[in-house]
T-cell receptor, first 114, second 110 residues
Framework: NAGVTQTPKFQVLKTGQSMTLQCAQD?????MYWYRQDPGMGLRLIYY???????DKGEVPNGYNVSRLNKREFSLRLESAAPSQTSVYFC?????????????FGQGTRLTVV | DAKTTQPNSMESNEEEPVHLPCNHS???????IHWYRQLPSQGPEYVIH???SNVNNRMASLAIAEDRKSSTLILHRATLRDAAVYYC???????????FGPGTRLSVLP
């Protein structure tokens, strides 16, 4: 059981380049999330998808777009990367959005923008 | 706004119990208390969650105060592998976000 899988694990981009971070879960979960974690900080929510076909902004959505491709996959796109987007990105999933169920996280994508 | 308060760091000796405190004095009646931990260079990992009653699972125990304004994560016998940042999080049934604060960095001494 793979859980939540993120690709790639590492990426270096030049300022202005674009890229898409991929996330897939095999647990038949309805809700999926993208977080970023800056050094020494907690995680901050970028975007989430409560269910297939819906997406909403989180705390720090500027500079990002998302696509909920199907129930399994939720991608995060940086259209024009900036050094301020250097961070570790985590994808997560939950079976439901409520407070009574746990979230499962991927291993992260470490992104450096130079 | 993390809405919870935790000590920045704690130390424990291997094979001894560890009590990690969390203050959530503004908690509402529908907020769950979740604990996650993050080992170095890994994603957060679910530990335990509860609403009102104390909870036990294979990883830990969660003791929730009667007024629900604080809780304590209990690791019964700390191992070196338990060295991590532990996050205490309030989660309601309506909002989408887990708000992660800085957490408590637990060091386990051999």
């Amino acid at each position: 059981n793979a859980g939540v899988t993120q690709t790639p694990k590492f990426q270096v981009l030049k300022t202005g380049q674009s890229m898409t971070l991929q996330c897939a879960q095999d647990m038949n979960h309805n809700s999926m999330y993208w977080y970023r974690q800056d050094p020494g900080m907690g995680l901050r929510l970028i975007y989430y998808s409560a269910s297939e076909g819906t997406t909403d902004k989180g705390e720090v959505p500027n500079g990002y777009n998302v696509s909920r491709l199907n129930k399994r996959e939720f991608s995060l796109r940086l259209e024009s990367a900036a050094p301020s987007q250097t961070s570790v990105y985590f994808c997560a999933s939950k079976i439901l959005t409520g407070g009574g169920t746990e979230a499962f996280f991927g291993q992260g994508t470490r992104l450096t923008v130079v | 706004d993390a809405k919870t308060t935790q000590p920045n760091s704690m130390e424990s000796n291997e094979e001894e119990p560890v009590h990690l405190p969390c203050n959530h004095s503004t908690i509402s009646g529908t907020d769950y208390i979740h604990w996650y931990r993050q080992l170095p260079s890994q994603g957060p990992e679910y530990v335990i969650h509860g609403l009102t009653s104390n909870v036990n699972n294979r990883m830990a125990s969660l003791a929730i105060a009667e007024d629900r304004k604080s809780s304590t994560l209990i690791l019964h016998r700390a191992t070196l592998r338990d060295a991590a940042v532990y996050y205490c999080i309030r989660k309601d049934n309506y909002g989408q976000n887990f708000v992660f604060g800085p957490g408590t960095r637990l060091s386990v001494l051999p």
